[in-house]
């Protein structure tokens, strides 16, 4: 009996000798997400020990960047709309960091695992909340000098200049 081309046992060694590597950089890569993100809630005045809960870690962002708390929840469980809430919640967390946001918002969406390490054990400083509910009102004021300015321009139309035209 030939038994030279049975290489099941080899096979079988070798994929559970790469799934357990696989396993224990999966758990480095986790491990360094949920340290990155604990030393960024600590930077916030947050409890650190909040980024290992999967759902209470999301409605921990939502308070960080002014968003109210169904923001985090609605981020963390409600399937397709999440996506959206998510990807908004990291604009704003970029913000609250004093980060330039299309960059680094782009960066922690693909690059998570690097962006928040470096946010959380760098020299990023928390500035506060940035969403138009905590700077008090809404996103659209800083545009209001600009519409003062173009008001002079064309003058007061309430009280025309020439009543007689």
Do not use: H, R
Request: glycine share 12%; proline share 5%.
């Amino acid at each position: 009996m030939d038994n030279y081309g049975n290489y099941d046992g080899v096979s079988g060694g070798l994929f559970a000798g790469i799934g357990i590597v696989g396993m224990i950089f999966y758990l480095a890569v986790i491990v360094l997400y949920i340290a990155g993100l604990w030393k960024m809630f600590e930077k916030a005045g947050k409890p650190g020990w909040a980024a290992i809960i999967p759902i209470y870690n999301m409605i921990i962002i939502a308070e960080i960047v002014g968003k109210p708390v169904w923001w985090g929840v609605v981020a963390a469980l409600v399937p397709c709309v999440n996506i959206v809430f998510s990807i908004w919640l990291i604009n704003l967390l970029m913000k609250s960091f004093g980060k330039e946001v299309p960059l680094w918002t782009i960066l922690a969406l693909f690059f998570g695992i690097v962006v928040f390490p470096i946010l959380g054990f760098g020299d990023a400083k928390y500035i506060g909340p940035t969403a138009a509910e905590a700077t008090g009102g809404n996103s659209f004021n800083n545009l209001k000098g600009d519409f003062d300015n173009l008001k002079d321009s064309f003058g007061d139309q309430n009280n025309p200049q020439n009543p007689t035209v």
